[in-house]
Structure formats: C-alpha cells, structure tokens
C-alpha cells in the first residue's frame, strides 16, 4: 500500500486552559478523545505530532504493539466526551538519522547515533544469532513480557524478515518494521471490535519515522478507517486523496488547512 508521509513537527508544551487559544479551537479539542499505540520510547513523547486533544490514552507498549489490551481499550471506549469524537492511532516507529541510517536516532542532548526503536532492534539482532526460540506466553518471562511477546513475533516472520541473499541491515529492519506494523494493527483492530463506541470513531496506522535531535517525527500513513458498529469501515484513500488537497494548501501558504 502507498505510504504517503505527512509531515509532523516537534511537540510544544499543551496548554492548559484555553486562554491561549481560540474559543472555537478549544471547543473542538475538548471533544476529541485521543488514544496512541506506539512505542513507549521517551523520544515518542516528545516527537509525536502535536494534537490538542483529551490525552492521548496511551495503549502501546514496546515498538507500538497494543500491550494495554482490552482493559485499555474498553477504559478509553468510556472517556469519549458526550457529542465529541475518537480519534485513535496505532504503529510501529523507526529512527532514521540525518546521514541515512536506518534503524538509528541521535536523540535530544546526544552526539552518537542509538537504535530506535531499541526493542526491535534487539529482537532482530537475536533473530540473526538464532537465539529466539518458540516459547507459549505462559513461558514468558513476567519482568519482561513486552518483548519476549515482541520476539516470538518477529521469529514468527523469520524468513520474510531475514530476507534472502546477504544480509542488509537497513533492508531488514523496514522489513520487521512492516511485519510489526501488520500484526500491530491487526491486534488492535480486534481489539476494536470488542467495544462500543457512542461517538464517532476512527483509527489511524501508520510506521512513526523518528528523526535526529528535536526535528520531530513523521507519518508514513497505511490505514484509515472509521469504526463502525464494532466493524472497521476502510477509508484510506478517501482520507489520503483528503489530506493530499490539505498538505498541498499548506505547501500554498494557507497555514490553517487542517482546522
Ligand atoms: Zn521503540
């Protein structure tokens, strides 16, 4: 699928009352409920692009995979604002530094490159040593739960991974980016399907691109859909041809497309 990119920005410290902006911008804030499913990486908080919405309720854990569950998704399915609106994203993130490593961040206050997303990286490098081996849940270590889970996931799509020919490290971490990606937001749209929603709801999935030091983070959108009675209505293209007019009219000059 075509994974156009929207452009994110850094974070800016949210306002807490609406002095600082307009009433009708603060009202529909306050009507929208958020909810995110990426990785709990600090560099996520900070990079994410900004939205002045309630929350968001956060339902990920390691690499984006929402470890909340239904507990965490029935709580949220409650917090919806009366006559206000869900919006809902989910996804895996992956660093990219400024000279074109993938798999890599430098992070705010540092000098040299890290791996972002960590957790994934180290699922991969066992991968490759073919240290992981088939384990049930129950087996799991309790102190560190989220990545084993996130292991078995990986060595579940061992060969579409690890990939054929020599290695390529950047080539196989896109590659268990996506793998994360698909299980991920096949995860939380069963998850979706276990809840009502009174108020309109729609999920977003998408791969989150960490960028070097505090130049924020991008989208790179897979999937939007609305959820509907417990069924998930796709409507990627009507939102991508949607943003596409957006973005252009912002590249324009007109700097509030998106209001
Ligand atoms: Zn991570």
Not at 10 to 26: D, K, L, M, V
Not at 133 to 142: L, R
Not at 208 to 219: Q, T, V, W
Request: hydrophobic share 40%.
């Amino acid at each position: 699928m075509s994974a156009p990119t929207t452009p994110g920005r850094s974070r800016r410290p949210i306002s807490s009352g609406p002095s600082s902006a307009s009433r009708s911008e603060s009202w529909a804030s306050a009507s929208i409920a958020s909810l995110t499913s990426v990785c709990s990486d600090d560099l996520n908080s900070i990079q994410f692009p900004e939205a002045r919405m309630i929350g968001p309720f956060i339902l990920g854990g390691l690499d984006g995979y929402p470890f909340v569950g239904k507990t965490g998704i029935g709580a949220f399915s409650h917090h919806v604002p009366e006559g206000g609106a869900a919006l809902m994203f989910v996804g895996p993130h992956v660093g990219i530094t400024d000279d074109g490593q993938v798999g890599k961040v430098v992070r705010p206050g540092q000098t040299r490159p890290s791996d972002c997303c960590g957790a994934a990286s180290a699922a991969l490098r066992k991968l490759e040593a073919g240290r992981i081996t088939p384990k049930e849940p129950a087996c799991y270590d309790p102190d560190d739960y989220q990545q084993e889970a996130l292991e078995q996931l990986v060595l579940r799509h061992a060969g579409e991974i690890l990939g054929p020919g020599k290695p390529d490290e950047a080539r196989r971490f896109v590659r268990m980016t996506e793998v994360i990606y698909r299980e991920a937001e096949a995860a939380f749209f069963r998850l979706l399907k276990t809840v009502d929603f009174e108020a309109p709801a729609f999920a977003f999935g998408g791969i989150l691109i960490n960028r070097d030091g505090d130049a924020g983070a991008s989208i790179a959108l897979h999937r939007a859909a609305r959820v509907d009675n417990k069924q998930l209505v796709d409507m990627t293209a009507e939102f991508t041809e949607w943003s596409e007019a957006k973005f252009k009219e912002i590249e324009a000059g007109k700097a509030d497309a998106l209001r």
